[in-house]
């Protein structure tokens, strides 16, 4: 199981830690919508799953950093991610 997640490009602990970091910024709008906390949810997740290698990468951090940057993606989410490539990759395209 762990070689077919692996090969899917998941890293369980990434996505842990990014799955409570979406889970600590829903909570604040939970009663509100449970279709947009669930998008919230997953959508944090998933960012923390897949761009924390990058952001790691990009600023060149090393360690145990890496589940701080997955936890800070899943808080910021979708949203983080945007400002985050508009800011820092289409600097760095553009030098």
Sequence with gaps: MKNFLENLGIDIALMITGFFGSVFMVSKTAAQNIKTS???????????????????????????????????????????VERFITRFINKKIEE
């Design 38 to 80: 669930l998008v919230g949810i997953v959508s944090g997740t998933l960012a923390a799953n897949y761009c924390t290698p990058i952001v790691l990468e990009i600023f060149q951090f090393q360690g145990k950093s890496q589940f701080g940057i997955a936890f800070i993606l899943g808080y910021l989410g979708v949203k983080g």
